[in-house]
Each structure stands twice: as C-alpha cells, then as structure tokens.
C-alpha cells in the first residue's frame, strides 16, 4: 500500500506546549499514514519524547488536536523502563505481563528478534542492546497497528544500532503496521525511514530524508554531528532500498480512541 492511499491513522494539527514559561512545542503538525515511517529527530531537549507523550495521550498539549483512529492499537518502546531491582523476573515472565501474551507469540518473537538464549535469563542481567530487544519484543506482542520506538538504541553498540533500524522496515511490512520513531541520529535512521520530521521545539523542516539532509535548517542545527558522521564512514553515507503513563504489559493507557486533545 502506497503512503499516497493509505489511511491516515493519527494526526496532529497545530500541538502547543509551554513549561515552566518555556515553549516546548510550538505549532506542531503531523500526518501518520498505515505503512509510513516517520522518524522525529532533533537535539537532546528539543522536545521530540515530549511530542511523543503527547500524540499517545500520555500528556496533554496546551492546545492543538491530536485524533487517533478508532482502535488504533499502539506498541509503545519507551525511552527507558527500570525496574525494582528486587523482583525476581525472568525475560519470558516480564513479556507475560503483556497484554494477551502467550507462550506460542513470546517465542516467536524471541526467535524473530534473536534473543531466544535469554528466555530464562535474569531482566537484571541484560546488557543494554538485550534489554532494547526485550522492550521491542513486548511492544510487538501487542499486534501493533502503531509501533513507537523512543529512543530505540540507547545504550546499543553501533554495529546492534545498524541491525536495529534494518529490522525496523521489516518489521513494518511483516505487521502491516506504521511506525513513530525518535532519533537524534540522521545519519543511521535514513535508510530506515519514509518521512523525517526535524524538530528543535518547532518543525525546522521535513520530508523525504534525502533532502531534508541537504536543507539549510537541518544542517545549522546538526552541522558539527554532521562534519563528525562524514569521518566514520559507512555511516555517514545514504542509500535509500524502499519507495500520564504506559504500563507494564505493554499497552498504551490513553483517551478513548479518536478523542481530541484540546
């Protein structure tokens, strides 16, 4: 299905946030279309996990309207998830707590993300790109008609980071699903990605990822990051293959579907 036909699932017009007489978000707009990736980039407190929050319903904008279609069901792959570490929890008995998990999906998904070796295997002794497999894993058992990865390869080496975003389109096109995704990292998500939304607290430009790394916007704002990626090649080279609270079994607690944020 072409993102041109496809329908549109969530969509904002307009978000504005202000904390403590800062602008956090300003006149922010957006479209997510069945089948789109759209990756929201920006520096660290640009405001893109807040928009995040925001689109799910977790947090309220000052005004602007967010409307998701009815139904939507929505795998959330938070920033960060701790856990006491005084619980006793395996990796199998964490994905239990997601909603409608069985034994036959917990193992597929294991398997699909190559993390079936740790099944057994303590949540406390995970190493940061094991954990982040884990959060996808639960975020996935829920059937996702909308993935959200926040942030999904923080504290993953560069060469888990490269295998992360290759499954990211595979995994799209196996679930049939649309996916939201933050990063702050242009370089390693364009291949991955349909659309990008540079963000720095307002929309500074978007579009194809192909041009917005030649807009003017986009490289004020990440020209040192970018004059660093162009010495770690491959990274730095593009090729494009493709024309509040969120709880502990994975789902997304939100107003009902299709309400408006006012």
Known sequence: MSSTSAATILSASQLRLTRQH?????NISLNLKTGQIITLIGPN???KSTLIKVLLGLESADSGKVTRRPGLRIGY???RLSLDQRMPLTV???LRLARGAGNERIGYW???LSISALA???VHDLSGGEWQRVLLARALLIKPDLLVLDEPVQGVDVQGQLELYSLIPQLRDELGCAVLMVSHDLHLVMAATDEVICLNGHVCCSGHPDTVSIDPAYIRLFGARLQQGQKQAPLAHYTHHHDHQHCADGHVEHHAPGKEIL
């Open 92 to 94: 199998t008995g964490f």
């Open 22 to 26: 800062k602008t956090v978000l300003d």
């Open 45 to 47: 407190g640009c405001g």
């Open 110 to 112: 294991l398997d699909r």
């Open 77 to 79: 792959m938070p920033q």
């Open 120 to 122: 057994q295997q303590s």
